[in-house]
């Protein structure tokens, strides 16, 4: 059974701070899904990686994959109170995504 | 544009009682899957279909019950309640392939079994 590590389990900051959050697993991802989940709500796809090496940008957000596609980090430039919430990284074990693997999380406080 | 929809958002039940969480989606997906999410656990897969009348069991099946008779329902059914499914549970859809395909998640079921 693959195991995915995320870390830190808890990160709180001042808002215009960056942070980077991580996901590790115990084998290789065949693609690798990031998630934000607020409270009271389901998580929200942010992004899917699939090829190693590969960095994705989503406004603020930086996604990278490595080489080996054994980890991934998330980086967050200038972090907003909007940024608040549960940081989720998931793989889908094959290239089905009904059938996901969740990390336990990167809980993320940006104080204003 | 209602997407996945999830019933009740709350729920008490005593132990051994049995009840359904119900999941709609309106957007035509072949895929639909329950998880329950714990505190300090993440998210882990109690069932999933992959169209209707297929259904297969996930990393945590025990003590639930699923059908899928049409494309847009998917039940999930405790048939005897106990403490250790107090839990939040949600319920995703999606088109199945990863690339280019989004799953959704439903905004969750807030179960409490005393």
């Known amino acids: 059974t693959q195991l995915l590590e995320q870390s830190p389990q808890f990160l709180s900051i001042q808002e215009g701070e960056n942070l980077t959050v991580y996901c590790n697993s115990s084998?290789?991802?065949?693609?690798l899904q990031w998630y934000r989940q607020e409270p009271g709500e389901g998580p929200v796809l942010l992004v899917t990686?699939?090829?190693?090496?590969e960095v994705k940008k989503l406004k603020r957000l930086t996604f990278q994959f490595g080489d080996a596609r054994k980890d991934s980090s998330l980086h967050i430039t200038a972090a907003q109170p909007g940024d608040t919430g549960l940081y989720l990284c998931a793989d889908d074990g094959g290239g089905s995504n009904y059938k996901l693997t969740f990390g336990k999380g990167t809980l993320l406080t940006v104080n204003p | 544009n209602a997407g996945v929809t999830q019933t009740p958002k709350f729920q008490v039940l005593k132990t051994g009682q049995s009840m359904t969480l119900q999941c709609a989606q309106d957007m035509n997906h072949e895929y639909m899957s329950w998880y329950r999410q714990d505190p300090g656990m993440g998210l882990r897969l109690i069932h999933y279909s992959v169209g209707a009348g297929i259904t297969d069991q996930g990393e945590v099946p025990n003590g639930y019950n699923v059908s899928r008779s049409t494309t847009e329902d998917f039940p999930l059914r405790l048939l005897s309640a106990a403490p250790s499914q107090t839990s939040v549970y949600f319920c995703a859809s999606s088109y199945g392939e990863v690339n280019g395909n989004t799953i959704y998640f439903g905004e969750g079921s807030w179960l409490t079994v005393v």
């Open positions: 084998s290789v991802f065949s693609s």
């Open positions: 990686v699939v090829t190693g090496g």
